[in-house]
Every structure is written in C-alpha cells, then in structure tokens.
C-alpha cells in the first residue's frame, strides 16, 4: 500500500510521531505485559554459554548497536565487539568458536552490512538480525531475525527504525541477562516495565516539540554544533550529529562527553552550540563537569535532561529540556527524539530536503 505523509509536511516528521506507537508494536512482540517478562524466540545459539557476540551494520543501525553494547556488557555480563560494516567486513577479525554475529538494518539490503554477514558465517558464526524489511537479503541470509515492527520508513534520514530497533535490543538484552543469570526476576520485571512505560513516555517527549523547534532555529544559523554524552548517551550524541549532518548540512561531531578535553575543547566558544545529552543516571555527575568545562569557555550548552537534572543544573545552561525521569536504561530510546526534533527543525529552517537530502540515499546497495 503506498504510505502517505497525512498532515505532516515530511515523512521524516510523520515518522518521528509515529514513534510512541510503533515502539508499543514493537513491545508487543516481546514483552508479556502481564508477567513484565521478555518473550523472545528460540534463539540460534545459547547466550548462557555464548564467549561474544559480534554487532555489525551501518549508519543509523551502528549506533542502534553501540547502545546495545553498553546493554549487553552491562545487564547481560556478555562480551561485545561492536564495528561498522565496511571496516568489519575487510578487517579479517578472528571470530570466536561458537560465537554469533547480530546484524541490524533497516532495509536488511546495505551492502556492507550483507557482506559482513558473509564474513561471519564462512568463520562458523551463528547470525542473529535485527530487521525493518523481513522479506529482504539480509533475512534470507540470517539463521534468526528479529523483525522491528517500525512499518515502512520512507524519509531517507531514520528515525523510527532507530528507536524500533533500540526497542528489540533492549528486550534482546534483557533476555540474554536471564539466560546468563546476570539479573533476578524482580530486576527483569523493572525493565520490562520501564520498558513498557515507554511509549507514553514517548508521547511526552513530544510535547517538548515546539521548544526544540525554538532551539533549532537558534542552530540553523551557526556553522558547527557538537553532541556530548557518556555511557548510553554517547551513541545518542553520536546520532544527533549524524542527523544533524544528513539533513541540515551543519556541521557537526559527536564526541565521548569524557573525550571533549582530548580535542574538541578546543572549538568552543560563544559561537559553538553544545548539546549536552545527560539523562540523570550513574555518569550524570561525570558529564555535569564537562558541562561546566565547556561553560567556561563560554561556549551555549542545551541541557538535555529530565526533571532532577534539570533541577540540578538547568540554571547553568543557557537552555535546558527537561524530559520525563525513567529508568536509565530505557533513556537512550526516549533521548532519540530530541535530537532528531533538533535536526529536523534545523532543517527546515535552513530549507533542505528533509525527506530527500542531497547524495544520501535510504539504502545503498553499492560499495
Ligand atoms: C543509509 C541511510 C541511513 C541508514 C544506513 C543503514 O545511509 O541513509 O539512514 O542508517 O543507510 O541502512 P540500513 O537499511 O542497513 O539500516
């Protein structure tokens, strides 16, 4: 059936909405909301003996999989070797005996990610994927897949498999937690129903649109934006420059909140946006410092938050989006939206092609 835009002016907009629901689908699949306990299918290896799990993909789907590395090392104990597809699939990395290799990708028919795949079955891999697209190649190819229930993503910059995707990851690893006997079963049922407050949470989120729009405009006019994080929201900041980029054409850099004294510091001044993604959570102290470092260097911070934080801080940045207090596991689905608010606001202010950004393709079958 051919997907319309409704109201929304973009699909990429259309699809930022659709997110509350399309992560309630996407639970359905996978959460017994009664019980709060994770549903997965029979999966093609053992996680309770697995030595590593390899996440490969591309873009987007790659930092769907950086989140899901802090995931599965820390709730799950399992270790993770993470890279993108066009360095994994030339790097000849030794593959552990009895190890599995995850894919993740919209489409399910980037080229890379496809040859990745090829890589790991011929060293004896078992492959798990994580799919938009289950009628595609990279199903073919897979012993499992684990379909997220996005429906179909039109606007070339992703958004709502993103979110989707971090959605069957987070249950994936949960699950892996319960075979490894890493979490008891009061822990599993905490996420699980963090995990399943998160489309209201979703819906809230939302509602901060049009202060993110006002921020946006603010952006669309400076030169170079960097994206700050730790822990989990570190591929976030990653994702909020990489959205930035594909749409706006500002530049911009995500960067390891920890790292910033490393390099980056040295851009800041009055004239540099910094967002700072900082979900109150274990590091939150951690990047509230480097917050203060890019402070005083003058530098604009955008404080995104919740309501502790905000409490805390938001005095000291020049904006601050408070967003609902969660559990911080859960932070990295909902975090997703500002920053693609920010990007698509940035956008449209500037007047690029939202839906169709110049030399971007929605999926690149080509080398
Ligand atoms: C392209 C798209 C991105 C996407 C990436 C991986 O670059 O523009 O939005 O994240 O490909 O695509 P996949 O279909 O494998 O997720």
Redesign the pocket.
Known sequence: ARVGKGNFRHFMLKEIYEQPAVIGDTLQRYVNPLARTIEMPALPFDFATLPRLTIV?????YLAGMVAKYWFEQIARVPVELDIASEFRYREAPLPKGGATMV???????ID?LAALRYAKSQGQKILSVLNVPESTIARESDLVLPTLAGPEIG???TK?FTTQLTVLACLAISAARARGAIDHKRETELSQALLEVPARAAEVLNHDESIRRIAYDIAETRDVLFLGRGTSYPIALEGALKLK?ISYIHAEGYAAGEMKHGPIALIDENVPVVVVAPSDDLFEKTASNLQEVMARGGRVIFLSDHKGAKKLGGKAAITVALPQVDPFVAPILYAIPVQLLAYHAAVAKGTDVDQPRN?????TVE
């Open positions: 993909a591309c873009g987007t789907a993740i990708s919209q489409s399910g028919e980037t990610t070339v910059a992703s498999a594909e971007l393709a929605k999926s690149v």
